[in-house]
Structures are given as C-alpha cells and as structure tokens.
C-alpha cells in the first residue's frame, strides 16, 4: 500500500526523523493561510502517489500568498500527469505546503527489501534529487548497498560507514547514524517494503532533514497494520485493481488485451511468459488464489472484463485445493451477469478437469480448450 509523502512524513517525524514544518491544504483559501503563515515563502506539492512531479508542474516554490493561492486554483482537482501515471494522470486533492530551505548537500537514503539476498539494503548515494535508477546505470559507483543481517538489525558502525559515504562532516556523522537508525526502526514496525528519502537534505546550517518522503507498506503485512488502513487513498489506486484488493484477488492492470485467469502466482508469472512468447500481450497479472470460491472466481472474472483492452480471456487452472470446476463456474457466471461472450481460452488440468470443461462446454461460451502450453500459444497467434 502507498501512502502520500505528507503521511510518510508524519511516520518519521514519530520515529525522530526531521522534516521541513508544514501543513497540508485541500483549497486555495487554505493554502493561502499556510504560506502566509510561513512567512509569505513556500514550497507547494502536489500529494499523489507518483515521482516526476516536479517535472510535470506539481511542485513550485512561491514568493508570495498570491502567488501560492493562484497556484493552487491551477492544481487542486485537476489529474496531474507524470512520467510514473500514464496519460490518464491521478487527480490532485492535497497540497503540501512546506517552508523553504537553505540547502547545501542533497543525498539519497533509502531501505528496501531485497529478494536476492533475502535482506533489507540500506542505499545511498551522493546525488540525491535525482533519478535513482539513472544513477544506478550511469554511475554505479555513485550508489552503495549495505546491507542488513535480520538476526542483528542495524547496526552503529553501518550507519558510520553510510555517513562516511555520503562525504558528511565528522560533526554530522552521528546525527546521521542516529537518523538511519531510526529509518530502519520504522521500515521493520510498519512492516515497510520502501523507505524513501530523496532528497536527503543537509541545510546550510548543517542539519539532515528529511525534505521528501516515500513510504509503501506491504500488502501481506496488512493484517498488522491496521491501524494504517486509513491512510489508504484509493483515487490514487487503478480502480480495478483496488477493486481486486477489497476481494482479496491479486490483480495488476498491465497494457495488453489477453486476460489471464489463473491460480497461483507461479503459474501466474509463466502464464504471462507464454503470452509475450506467442507474441501477444497480457492484459493483466491475476492469481484468484487457491481456496477462491465461485463467488471469487466470478469476481476476477468481472473484473478482467471491465478492463476495456482486453478482447480475449485465458484461464489457466492447474486444479489442487481450487477444482477446475469451481473456476468454469465463475467464468461461466461472470459472462452472464456482464452479458457478454468473449473468446475463451482454457487450460483445465487437475482436480475436476473434467467437470470444469464439461462446465464451459456447456455454457455456449465461445471456448477453446487446451491441454498444453504450446497450444496456448499457437491459439494466441490465431
């Protein structure tokens, strides 16, 4: 789950992590009176769940009320568009309006969860401000990696070896090792998959401080943070796929036209494999997990129908505690209560294969079966 930078930012400042004071507005008249407040100066930013705002208008640094409660008739419900959203953009309800900063240094600081080493990893990195991942590809010695055994934690001499790193001045270094400290601290406790900093700002009096904010939360994670729950902005979220969350399905939107009902995240990612392989696009990654129900399945089966891409439909089921026919089913009921009869693709393999197919055979859908993936891809090219 993603949250906006104006909440990731209250998170850190409860673990002692310093941020810019601010406030956030929802109107123009509001952000009037929190500039005017801060003296008349200010820094305004958009609140949506994507990067490159700056670059699309979403961040200005104003001189004046005026100027700052203009700015925001201009933003404020409208869909800003940035190189992270797509062209449909993500509307813009909140501002955060911050006080300005003398800044000196700006650094990257990051944790995130790493897959190949099964361990956190701490990142930074000298050129905060700007695009992490172009950094990493032209200077990738420009980015360090530490990383953190979960049996320890974190570790003082870590956090030496980071500050060193980030060339800080030796009267900086155990503020900084302080500061990561209590970065990681909140990454674990609120079950983090990204903590974010960028940048990572020292001030010209030679303070860090924490001028922009990222946090995401793990989705399996959830279930103990449920306090956090809500902090969850679905405008930001792709409708379907916050759909999916509420019914529990695995669901990410993706740009092709071939809709995959599948069980089980492996055969998921293979499934999507095979598609790209045949020279076709998948609609969607979807997993309706192993104990859905035909209400479940039938939901998962709406929900890749309302995607307007999709003109077609695989259902991959390797049948094991999910039965091949509890599927054919909520395929079968999805179309119905949509109205619709789509080209169907079907791999029905395990238990109640037979039944499953029977099912669909049945319904008068517009099905093809399949008993390999092989032949799901020669018919894709069909």
Same mark, same amino acid.
């Given at each position: 789950?993603?949250?906006?930078?104006?909440?990731?930012?209250?998170?850190? &400042?409860?673990?002692?992590?310093?941020?810019?004071?601010?406030?956030?507005?929802?109107?123009?008249?509001?952000?009037?009176?929190?500039? !005017?407040? /801060?003296?008349?100066?200010? =820094?305004?930013?958009?609140?949506?769940?994507?990067?490159?705002?700056?670059?699309?208008?979403?961040?200005? *640094?104003?001189? @004046?009320?005026?100027?700052?409660?203009?700015?925001?008739?201009?933003? /404020?419900?409208?869909?800003?568009?940035?190189?992270?959203?797509?062209?449909?953009?993500?509307?813009?309800?909140? +501002?955060?309006?911050?006080?300005?900063?003398?800044?000196?240094?700006? /650094?990257?600081?990051?944790?995130?969860?790493?897959?190949? @080493?099964?361990?956190? &990893?701490?990142?930074? @990195?000298?050129?905060?401000?700007?695009?992490?991942?172009?950094?990493?590809?032209?200077?990738?010695?420009?980015?360090?990696?530490?990383?953190?055994?979960?049996? &320890?934690?974190?570790?003082?001499?870590?956090?030496?070896?980071?500050?060193?790193?980030?060339? #800080?001045?030796?009267?900086?270094?155990?503020?900084?090792?302080?500061?990561?400290? !209590?970065?990681?601290?909140?990454? &674990?406790?609120?079950?983090?998959? /990204? =903590?974010?900093?960028?940048? $990572?700002?020292?001030?010209?009096?030679?303070?860090? +401080?924490?001028?922009?904010?990222?946090?995401?939360?793990?989705?399996?994670?959830?279930?103990?943070?449920?306090?956090?729950?809500?902090?969850?902005?679905?405008?930001?979220?792709?409708?379907?796929?916050?759909?999916?969350?509420?019914?529990?399905?695995?669901?990410? %939107? #993706?740009?092709?036209?071939?809709?995959?009902?599948?069980?089980?995240?492996? $055969?998921?990612?293979?499934?999507?494999?095979?598609?790209?392989?045949?020279?076709?696009?998948?609609?969607?990654?979807?997993?309706?997990?192993?104990?859905?129900?035909?209400?479940?399945?039938?939901?998962?089966?709406?929900?890749?129908?309302?995607?307007?891409?999709?003109?077609?439909? *695989?259902?991959?089921?390797?049948?094991?505690? $999910? @039965?091949?026919?509890?599927?054919?089913?909520?395929?079968?009921?999805?179309? %119905?209560?949509?109205? =619709?009869?789509?080209?169907?693709?079907?791999? +029905?393999?395990?238990?109640?294969?037979?039944?499953?197919?029977?099912?669909?055979?049945?319904?008068?859908?517009?099905?093809?079966?399949?008993?390999? +993936?092989?032949?799901?891809?020669?018919?894709?090219? %069909?």
């Amino acid at each position: 789950m993603k949250i906006h930078e104006y909440q990731a930012k209250t998170i850190l &400042v409860q673990y002692g992590v310093p941020t810019p004071n601010g406030e956030v507005a929802v109107t123009p008249k509001e952000v009037f009176s929190v500039v !005017n407040g /801060l003296g008349g100066k200010a =820094v305004i930013k958009a609140q949506v769940h994507a990067g490159g705002r700056g670059k699309a208008g979403g961040v200005k *640094l104003v001189s @004046s009320p005026q100027e700052a409660e203009s700015f925001a008739e201009g933003l /404020l419900g409208k869909q800003l568009v940035t190189s992270q959203t797509g062209p449909e953009g993500v509307p813009v309800q909140k +501002l955060l309006v911050e006080e300005t900063i003398g800044v000196d240094k700006e /650094l990257y600081l990051a944790i995130v969860v790493d897959g190949s @080493s099964k361990r956190h &990893v701490i990142i930074a @990195s000298q050129s905060g401000g700007m695009d992490i991942e172009e950094v990493a590809v032209a200077t990738p010695e420009k980015i360090l990696r530490v990383i953190i055994d979960p049996n &320890v934690g974190y570790q003082a001499y870590q956090g030496r070896r980071i500050a060193y790193a980030l060339d #800080l001045d030796q009267s900086q270094v155990r503020s900084a090792v302080d500061l990561i400290g !209590n970065l990681y601290k909140a990454f &674990v406790e609120r079950d983090c998959s /990204l =903590v974010e900093i960028n940048p $990572l700002v020292v001030t010209i009096e030679g303070n860090l +401080l924490a001028v922009d904010a990222k946090i995401n939360i793990d989705d399996d994670a959830m279930f103990r943070q449920q306090s956090m729950e809500e902090m969850r902005d679905s405008s930001q979220e792709d409708q379907l796929e916050a759909e999916a969350t509420v019914f529990d399905i695995s669901y990410v %939107k #993706l740009d092709g036209d071939v809709g995959c009902l599948v069980n089980g995240a492996g $055969l998921a990612m293979a499934t999507m494999d095979i598609i790209l392989a045949a020279g076709a696009k998948p609609a969607n990654f979807l997993d309706v997990g192993g104990s859905a129900t035909v209400e479940k399945c039938t939901k998962a089966v709406e929900i890749i129908l309302a995607d307007s891409n999709v003109s077609r439909i *695989l259902v991959n089921i390797f049948g094991g505690i $999910l @039965s091949c026919d509890t599927a054919a089913q909520g395929v079968v009921d999805a179309c %119905k209560n949509k109205g =619709v009869n789509p080209k169907l693709v079907a791999r +029905l393999l395990g238990s109640n294969a037979t039944e499953g197919r029977k099912i669909l055979e049945e319904s008068g859908l517009n099905v093809s079966f399949v008993d390999t +993936l092989n032949e799901v891809a020669e018919m894709l090219t %069909k």
